[in-house]
């Protein structure tokens, strides 16, 4: 371990948004479906770039860029990821699915699936909607779900914050899809 050392941002290989924009992306669209701060918007791009997600929709009251606040998470990945916004939930999941998205809530429902026990097949694309960090997913959009996935937590908040919970979701599913 004595050889050991941070590396410097030059020595890490990064790609320009030029090449981000040219290279083959993650089959997955994350869907905001009204969050309201762009703190985690701003955080949910930045982890999308990571992951090579293939597109965010903003829905509803969700913040769009360009915004000083949103960019001080993003840190310029609304400038690599690609971007719509919709202002119906359930439009743009109808969209989606007339697309063939498989279309994946991830909420606490009666039936939400645990989503270690959920593998994404390598043929699919999927869209994942997260919701309002209050209210969570919006119900009328709920006939278009074809999954609800949660993710296990044994602590007493039974919640976690949006742009984490994107974090954990979108690395589950850039691990069964991408690597």
Known sequence: MGS?????????????????????????????DNVRSMHNVGAIFRTADAF????????????????????????????????????????????????????????????????????PKNSGKYAVVLGNEVDGLTDDAFPFYDNFLEIPQLGTKHSLNVSVCGGIVMWEFFKALKQ
């Open 4 to 32: 050991t050392k941070k590396l410097k941002l030059e020595e890490l290989g990064r790609i320009d948004v030029e090449t981000f924009k040219q290279t083959e992306k993650t089959p997955l669209v994350v869907v905001l």
């Open 52 to 119: 090579l997600i293939e597109k965010v929709v903003l829905c509803g009251i969700t913040p769009q860029p360009p915004h000083r606040e949103i960019q001080k998470a993003a840190l310029g990945a609304t400038e690599s990821v690609s971007w719509i916004y919709e202002k119906n939930t359930a439009e743009a999941l109808k969209k989606l699915k007339e697309e063939n998205y498989q279309i994946i809530g991830i909420e606490q429902t009666s039936n939400s699936e645990n989503i270690a026990g959920f593998t």
